[in-house]
């Protein structure tokens, strides 16, 4: 009796969509057709797509933009006459 009921918990588990199992929402003959590949192609596109864009504005964009102040702040040309540094 337990048996069958941890065997049933377990199909019922397995017969749940998972963040791995959802990410194509498709019939598995889907990929026999050329617009099947098409609608399948399109949904990865548009996830990676997401994340790019997430990505580039809270890592890279910032990156850069602090990248560039930094060179902006120590890479200016000094204009003082006597350049310690030249000494």
Request: net charge negative; with cysteine; hydrophobic share 35%.
């Amino acid at each position: 009796m337990e048996a069958e009921g941890a065997i049933s918990a377990s199909e019922q588990r397995a017969a749940r969509p998972s963040w791995l199992s959802s990410g194509s929402d498709m019939p598995t003959q889907a990929l026999r057709t050329a617009s099947g590949i098409q609608s399948y192609q399109g949904n990865v596109v548009e996830r990676l797509q997401y994340l790019l864009e997430i990505f580039c504005n809270m890592v890279f964009v910032p990156t850069l933009e602090a990248f560039l102040e930094m060179c902006a702040d120590h890479l200016t040309k000094r204009t003082d006459s006597t350049d310690s540094y030249r000494n």
